[in-house]
């Protein structure tokens, strides 16, 4: 009897891992994992081109930096513009710097709408 409880446990958990194994691939996990994992890479390599390569170029053109810490005081509320403006500032120059790097690596023309 425990032989044929074992044979049966050992085929249920082969249709369990072959049931995954589909997932897996109808879902295009693992391509959605590598795609993350390169993401995280790119993220890094983008940060530094614009952090010490752009923005220092940035600076020399709107010197002194200070600009960073304002802030606006409406009444007992504090709003840091300067901080959001520098943060904005640095997000368009990430995604342009994105679009640019697509733009060469992909080589794709404007997908047009159907």
């Known amino acids: 009897m425990a032989k044929i409880e074992k044979k049966k446990?050992?085929?249920?958990?082969q249709l369990f891992l072959n049931e995954?194994?589909?997932?897996?691939?109808?879902?295009?996990?693992v391509g959605l994992a590598?795609?993350?994992i390169m993401g995280m890479a790119a993220t890094a390599l983008i940060k530094s081109l614009v952090d010490n390569i752009i923005m220092p170029i940035i600076a020399v053109l709107i010197p002194g930096g200070v600009w960073k810490t304002a802030t606006l005081a409406l009444g007992p509320v504090v709003f840091g513009i300067g901080a959001f403006l520098a943060e904005l500032i640095n997000f368009a120059i990430i995604a342009l710097v994105v679009f640019l790097i697509?733009?060469?690596i992909l080589k794709e023309q404007k997908v047009t709408k159907k």
Do not use: P, S, T
Not at 9 to 13: C, D, P, S, T
Not at 20 to 29: A, R, S
């Open 34 to 36: 590598i795609a993350f």
């Open 102 to 104: 697509a733009k060469v």
């Open 9 to 13: 446990l050992k085929n249920e958990a």
């Open 20 to 29: 995954f194994m589909e997932f897996l691939q109808e879902y295009k996990v």
